[in-house]
C-alpha cells in the first residue's frame, strides 16, 4: 500500500475520532458517536495490518481474538456501577502497552527503523522516554485508582510529611535519568526510569481521595493519551500521534472543567487529598443532633401533593441499580401533572458523566436532565428535592463550613428546597468522609433502605 494511500486513510480514521468526540459530547448523539469511533479504530486497524513490514498475521490475528474475546467477556458481565473502575483498568493498561512498546523499540530499533541497539537516534531517546515515562506513571496511578474505586484500598488519602517535596524531587530524578539515558542508552537506566515512574505514579494517586476520583479518572485518561501520543513519535506513526493527542487534550479539558465545578485547582487535585482527615470528627459531633424518618408511603404521599419535584442521584442510585424504578416514579409523578426534573452535578459519581449514563440506560428523557448551573436557580421554588444516593454533592458544609475539607465546593442547592426526602441506606458520611448537615435540617426527611428497594415501594404507594 502507497504511502499517499495509508496517509488518506489515517486523516479519514482521525476526522471520525473527532467526530466521535463530538458525538459522545451529548447523551442524544452518543450512540452515533461510538459508531464514528468504530468506524475509525476499524480502518486504522485494517490500514495498519496493510504495511509490508506485517511479519505475521498469524499472531496479530490470535492477539485480536483474544483481546476482542476478553473485552466482550468483560462488556457483558460488567455492572454500570462498576464502569469506573473498569475506565481506570483500561487506562492502566494503555500505560503498560507504551512501556512494552517503547521497551520493544529499545531492544530491537532496527525493527522501527530508528538505528541500531546502543545507537539510536537521540530524538527517537526522547521520544521513548518522554512515552515511557508517562506510560508508566499511567500505569500504576490506575491500578492505584481502580483499587480506590474497587474498595480494595481505602479512599482515604494518605498524607505525609514533605510527600509534595519527595515527589518534585523523584520527578526531577527521573528527568536527569532521562538525560543520561539519551546520550549512554543503558537498560539499566531505562528500566530504572520505568521503576521510578511507577513509583511516582503511585505516590501521586495516594493522597487523593475519594470525592476528587471523578477528577482523577479524567485525569489518567489525558495521560494515556499523552503516552499513546509519545509513542507514536517512536513509531512514526502520525494516526497514533493524533488519536493520543486527542485523547491526552480532551481528558485534560474535562479535567479542567470538573476541577472548576469543584471550585479546586487542577494542581491541587493532582498533588493533594481531599477530605478523609477530618471524617472521626464529623462523625462524633452529631450524636445529640435530631433527624425525621419517614418511609416509602410517607414520601409518596409528600410526592404526589406536590407541583413540583427536582430528583437529585448520585453513587448510591448506581450501587443499587435503582435508575430504572425511579424513572417510573418520575412518569408516574407526570401522569399526574407533577413537574419533575433531575439535578447533576459535574463530580457525582466515581466517573464524569456517570450519572447522565445511568439516566440514560433508563430512557429518561434528556431533556429533564439539568446540569448544576441550569437547575440551581429552581430549588427554592422546588416543592420536594428526592435525593437518592448523592451525598457530599448535596452538603450545606460546602458553603458554610470554612474548617470543612470540601469547603468551596459548588453544590446543589437542594437544602432551599420546602421539602427534602433523602434516600440513604444508613447515616454513614460520603465517599470524602463528611459528615452531612442536610440530615439535620427541619426540612428533611430521612427515608432509610435500598434505594431501589424504596423507589419500588414509592411506586406501589403512589399507584
Excluded at 477530618?278 to 462524633?284: C, D, R, V
Aim: with cysteine; hydrophobic share 50%; net charge negative.
Amino acid at each position: 500500500m502507497s504511502n499517499n494511500i495509508v496517509a488518506i486513510l489515517y486523516l479519514i480514521s482521525a476526522l471520525l475520532f473527532i467526530l466521535a468526540l463530538r458525538g459522545l459530547s451529548h447523551p442524544e448523539s452518543s450512540r452515533l458517536g461510538n459508531i464514528f469511533g468504530i468506524v475509525g479504530m476499524l480502518i486504522a486497524i485494517i490500514t495498519t495490518l496493510m504495511f509490508k513490514s506485517v511479519l505475521s498475521y498469524f499472531e496479530i490475528g490470535a492477539a485480536i481474538l483474544a483481546g476482542g474475546a476478553i473485552g466482550t467477556f468483560i462488556a457483558l458481565r460488567i455492572e454500570m456501577t462498576a464502569l469506573p473502575q473498569l475506565v481506570a483498568a483500561f487506562h492502566s493498561l494503555v500505560g503498560i502497552a507504551a512501556v512494552f512498546v517503547a521497551g520493544a523499540a529499545f531492544y530491537d530499533p532496527a525493527s522501527f527503523n530508528i538505528g541500531e541497539f546502543g545507537s539510536i537516534g537521540k530524538s527517537s531517546l526522547i521520544e521513548m522516554s518522554i512515552g515511557t515515562f508517562i506510560g508508566a506513571i499511567t500505569f500504576s496511578g490506575s491500578v492505584l485508582a481502580f483499587g480506590k474505586l474497587q474498595g480494595t484500598v481505602s479512599g482515604k488519602p494518605i498524607v505525609f510529611k514533605f510527600q509534595h517535596f519527595l515527589n518534585s524531587i523523584i520527578f526531577l530524578f527521573i528527568i536527569f535519568l532521562i538525560a543520561i539515558f539519551v546520550f549512554n542508552q543503558s537498560p539499566t537506566v531505562f528500566w530504572s526510569i520505568v521503576l521510578i515512574s511507577i513509583l511516582l505514579g503511585f505516590l501521586v494517586v495516594i493522597p487523593i481521595g475519594g470525592a476528587d476520583m471523578p477528577v482523577v479518572v479524567s485525569m489518567l485518561n489525558s495521560y494515556s493519551g499523552w503516552a499513546a501520543c509519545g509513542i507514536g513519535f517512536t513509531l512514526s506513526n502520525n494516526l497514533l500521534i493524533i488519536t493520543g493527542a486527542l485523547v491526552g487534550s480532551s481528558g485534560a479539558i474535562l479535567s479542567y472543567i470538573m476541577s472548576k465545578g469543584m471550585n479546586r485547582s487542577i494542581i491541587s487535585v493532582v498533588l493533594g487529598g481531599f477530605g478523609g482527615e477530618q471524617t472521626n470528627i464529623s462523625s462524633n459531633d452529631n450524636s445529640d443532633k435530631i433527624i425525621k424518618q419517614g418511609n416509602a408511603e410517607d414520601a409518596a404521599y409528600i410526592l404526589k401533593n406536590a407541583d413540583s419535584v427536582i430528583i437529585v442521584p448520585g453513587y448510591g442510585m448506581a450501587v443499587a441499580q435503582a435508575q430504572h424504578s425511579l424513572r417510573e416514579m418520575g412518569d408516574i409523578l407526570k401522569k399526574n401533572g407533577i413537574s419533575v426534573k433531575y439535578a447533576i452535578h459535574p463530580v457525582a459519581g466515581r466517573m464524569p458523566g456517570h450519572m447522565n449514563v445511568l439516566l440514560a440506560e433508563a430512557n429518561v428523557p434528556y431533556e429533564e436532565v439539568l446540569e448544576l448551573e441550569e437547575i440551581n436557580h429552581d430549588f427554592p421554588i422546588t416543592e420536594v428535592s428526592f435525593v437518592i444516593g448523592a451525598n457530599d454533592v448535596t452538603n450545606p458544609a460546602a458553603k458554610t463550613d470554612e474548617q470543612s475539607p470540601i469547603y468551596g465546593m459548588p453544590i446543589l442547592d437542594v437544602e432551599k428546597s420546602q421539602t427534602v426526602l433523602f434516600v440513604k441506606r444508613s447515616m454513614a458520611t460520603g465517599y470524602s468522609g463528611v459528615d452531612n448537615e442536610l440530615f439535620y435540617r427541619d426540612n428533611t426527611t430521612m427515608l432509610f433502605g435500598d434505594a431501589k428497594k424504596m423507589c419500588e415501594n414509592i411506586v406501589k404507594s403512589l399507584n
